[in-house]
Nanobody, 127 residues
Framework: VQLQAFGGGLVRAGGCLRLSCAASERTFSMDSMGWFRQAPGKEREFVAHIRKSGGTTYYADSVKGRFTISRDKTENTMYLQMNRLKPEDTAVYYC?????????????????????WGQGTQVTVSS
């Protein structure tokens, strides 16, 4: 297993959670990593992306200003800090990476561009 996501749970609206994604060293050396989520009956959707080079970050409009993606090289771990959570944030959250190449900017929101996935961690936000 190359990626392992954990840290989900049940939280009330307005609360916060921090998700972690533990990666093998090889996976963590990859340039493009991100988080996606999937709610029941919906397609997997982009949440956030981070580049290894420069640490540049990108976010879905629905989470911008509330979520923060980061990487810790010393721990081979990627994080998603989620603040001011809303019921519509309820979903299974997946961490991802592209093991072959850098994902071009225009494609970072497409799940098919990532070939390594964690097992998912459930986040439930109650109203």
């Amino acid at each position: 297993v190359q990626l392992q996501a954990f840290g989900g749970g049940l939280v009330r609206a307005g609360g916060c959670l921090r998700l972690s994604c533990a990666a093998s060293e090889r996976t963590f050396s990859m340039d493009s990593m991100g988080w996606f989520r999937q709610a029941p009956g919906k397609e997997r959707e982009f949440v956030a992306h981070i580049r290894k080079s420069g640490g540049t970050t990108y976010y879905a409009d629905s989470v911008k200003g509330r979520f923060t993606i980061s990487r810790d090289k010393t721990e081979n771990t990627m994080y998603l800090q989620m603040n001011r959570l809303k019921p519509e944030d309820t979903a299974v959250y997946y961490c991802s990476a592209n093991s072959r190449s850098r994902v071009i900017l225009s494609a970072i929101r497409e799940a098919r561009m990532y070939d390594s996935w964690g097992q998912g961690t459930q986040v439930t936000v109650s109203s």
